[in-house]
């Protein structure tokens, strides 16, 4: 399928309700979108957003009298705190609605354990993270996953990414690294130990000193100065943490910057999260994180600028990447549902999924048939560098998409 992008929506329609069924649509079948989400707990706003992205484009989606004779309605299963129970609890359900026709999230449980029962099921499955486990259920066998795709790409820039681009900064002399020594902690949890244990791999074979590497418990975090009074006792040029909740990290930021080193600090995922910048307001400013699949919002993908304005005027709120991913999400599948025509037909609209290419908010998303994650190069979903300057978010790497410089942060100069 070449690259397409149908144009099922030419505005929101004002003063919508909030209802996301099509009221008064009595003649048009209605198909059930499940989104599984942790709505409550320390990832609740992931979850929050999670929601309002499948929310808003199914109420465009219905505003312009659906997708071949049908309308879509939304049905959220809570997972909570993502574990194995809350998340076979909230799969349960929705598998047992007969009208579903697809579930969504942007992540789930820690093991994405899901995908079997989803694919046993012939239920469509789009997924957000723990790429490292989706790859890991699929790839001996794909054909038998035909359903189940994912928006982020393969993890393996989140292992050995940092390290070039924090070198080449070096080098470039916009960073001043007075050592060549590392301090990272994660907590324990697939996602962020993994990235973790990739980081210090990465840095370790190349000469860099790993002067702490401490895994804590996972979940809420309101004291991180244990761990910062060992980093002050031997400071690194570069400090990483891993933590993926939000509020992990504002707390960690706030909690640097009460007496900071001279190290450039890079935190995972969590300031792409608008509630970092909520939370940690001007201590924000100058760390530096990452993301695969994050929005691309830059002037090459008007997309981006798009889906986040639709957004601003929906909720009065800036959406992070999950939001857009689920977003994104909604509108392949109704992609695919018009191409096959039969909702029912869940095996050849897998397939149709599997096949297409989309320009989205995230980049040009395309499926690797043999692990059906995402493509991940700079033509396609590429490893995007950010550094928070005066409140924004300024992407400095990979060049062509860049938005801005980085600026060696206050603290350090």
Same mark, same amino acid.
């Given at each position: ?10 505005a929101?329609?004002?003063g ?11 003649a048009q079948e209605?198909?059930?979108?499940g989104?599984?989400?942790p #709505? ?16 808003l484009?199914?109420?465009e ?5 659906g ?27 929705l ?7 697809a ?5 789930a449980?820690?093991?994405n ?8 099921q ?7 993270a723990q790429?490292?486990?989706t ?12 359903t189940?795709?994912s928006?982020?790409?393969?993890f393996?820039?989140?292992n ?5 681009v924090?070198?080449g900064l070096?080098?470039a ?12 902690v994660?907590?324990?949890?697939p996602y ?16 860099w000193?790993?002067?702490?590497n401490?895994?804590l418990?996972?979940?809420? #975090?309101?004291?991180?100065?244990g761990?910062l009074a060992?980093?002050?006792?031997d400071?690194?040029a570069?400090?990483i ?21 001279d190290?450039?600090v ?6 792409s ?18 993301l ?6 830059t ?13 601003q ?27 096959v025509?039969?909702?029912a ?8 999924i599997g ?8 980049g ?11 493509l991940?190069d ?8 950010y550094? #928070? ?12 998409y860049?938005?801005?410089?980085f600026?060696?942060?206050d603290?350090?100069?």
């Amino acid at each position: 399928m070449t690259m397409k992008r149908r144009n099922f929506i030419a505005a929101t329609v004002a003063g919508l309700s909030l209802a996301v069924s099509a009221h008064g649509a009595s003649a048009q079948e209605v198909i059930k979108i499940g989104v599984l989400a942790p #709505i409550s707990g320390g990832a609740a706003a992931d979850g929050q957003e999670m929601v309002n992205g499948a929310e808003l484009a199914i109420k465009e989606i219905n505003a312009q009298g659906g997708i071949g004779g049908y309308t879509f309605e939304l049905v959220v299963g809570d997972v909570e705190d993502r574990s194995a129970s809350s998340v076979a609890t909230s799969v349960e359900r929705l598998l047992s609605n007969r009208d579903m026709g697809a579930v969504l999230t942007g992540y789930a449980s820690t093991t994405n354990f899901e995908i079997e029962t989803m694919a046993e099921q012939e239920m469509i499955y789009m997924v957000g993270a723990q790429s490292p486990q989706t790859a890991a259920i699929i790839s001996p066998s794909p054909d038998d996953f035909g359903t189940i795709w994912s928006l982020t790409p393969s993890f393996d820039g989140y292992n050995t990414g940092v390290l070039p681009v924090i070198e080449g900064l070096a080098e470039a002399g916009t960073l001043d690294l007075p050592n060549k020594k590392l301090a990272i902690v994660s907590s324990d949890n697939p996602y962020s130990k993994g990235i973790a244990d990739g980081i210090v791999e990465s840095f370790s074979a190349a000469g860099w000193e790993i002067t702490q590497n401490e895994l804590l418990p996972f979940g809420e #975090i309101n004291d991180w100065r244990g761990f910062l009074a060992k980093v002050r006792q031997d400071p690194p040029a570069l400090l990483i943490n891993t933590d993926y909740v939000s509020s992990n990290a504002a707390t960690f930021m706030s909690q640097f910057k009460e007496n900071p080193t001279d190290s450039l600090v890079f935190i995972q995922y969590a300031p792409s999260v608008p509630e970092f910048l909520e939370l940690t307001k001007e201590n924000s400013n100058g760390v530096v994180y990452n993301l695969l699949g994050g929005i691309l919002n830059t002037p090459k993908n008007p997309r981006a600028a798009e889906v986040m304005a639709k957004f601003q005027d929906e909720y009065g709120l800036e959406t992070g990447t999950y939001g857009a991913m689920l977003y994104e999400m909604v509108y392949i599948y109704a992609d695919a549902l018009q191409e096959v025509g039969d909702p029912a037909d869940r095996a050849a609209i897998g397939e149709a999924i599997g096949a297409s290419t989309h320009q989205t908010a995230l980049g040009v998303v395309a499926f690797d048939p043999a692990t059906h994650l995402a493509l991940q190069d700079d033509a396609h979903v590429p490893l995007q560098f950010y550094q #928070i300057q005066e409140g924004e978010r300024v992407l400095f790497s990979p060049d062509q998409y860049l938005t801005g410089a980085f600026v060696e942060p206050d603290w350090m100069k």
